[in-house]
Structure formats: C-alpha cells, structure tokens
C-alpha cells in the first residue's frame, strides 16, 4: 500500500483561499487514482474531488464544483487540493485517499490507503 501525509490546513476567512497537501510514499503513486474526502463534526465522511492517474480527469461533489481544483505532481509523489472561496460549510477534516478504481469513485469503499487528515477551518 502507499503511505500518505497530508499538510497545509489551518483557519481561513470566509471568501478565502486555502491549498492542502498530500505526499505519497511506498507504492509508486502513479498507479493510484487519487481522492479528497471531508468530514465535518457530526457528519459522514463525504466525497470532495479525485483525479486520474495522469491528472488528465477530474471529478467534484457539486458543493465544490468551481471552487476547488484537484491536481497532482507526479514527479514530486504530491496531491494537491487547491480551495477558492470558502465557505463556513467547508470546514472539515479533508483526508487523502488512493484508489486503484478508475471512473468517478465517489465511495470511500473504493479506496485502500487513507491520510490521516489535514483540520480545515473557516470563520465567517
């Protein structure tokens, strides 16, 4: 399996920007489709982004579609989640998730490595 470790939350505005890491290690990344959760208190983990492979497909949950753009640097074994305009509602714990399902893997059953999470907080 590949080991992941994300980076980069931290307290936002409301209407502000905010980028979170995550680097891969172990396994070769570039076998991995890769994915964004969140989870916020008192709530399910739910589906926030994946990428493909070779980046070239993207999928988003319709409560971050043009706000947030998925990426990878796959020489540098990194996942990034690149957030615009955030809102209170974003606010959530945003894990890292490697897939070897290709196709939208919006369910978390699909994926088998987990980061440990990365807090994401926005005030208004």
């Known amino acids: 399996q590949v080991q992941l470790v994300e980076s980069g939350g931290g307290l936002v505005q409301a209407g502000g920007s905010l980028r979170v890491s995550c680097v891969a290690s172990g396994r070769t990344f570039t076998s991995y489709d890769m994915g964004w959760f969140r989870q916020a208190p008192g709530k399910e983990r739910e589906f926030v982004a994946k990428?493909?492979?070779?980046?070239?497909?993207?999928y988003y949950a319709d409560s971050v579609k043009g706000r947030f753009t998925i990426s990878r640097d796959n020489a540098k074994n990194t996942l990034y989640l690149q957030m615009n305009n955030l809102k209170r509602e974003d606010t959530a714990v945003y894990y890292c998730?490697?897939?070897?399902?290709?196709?939208?893997?919006?369910?978390?059953?699909?994926?088998?490595?987990w980061g440990q999470g990365t807090q994401v907080t926005v005030s208004s």
């Open positions: 990428i493909s492979t070779n980046g070239r497909l993207t």
């Open positions: 998730a490697a897939s070897t399902w290709s196709g939208s893997g919006r369910s978390e059953n699909l994926y088998n490595s």
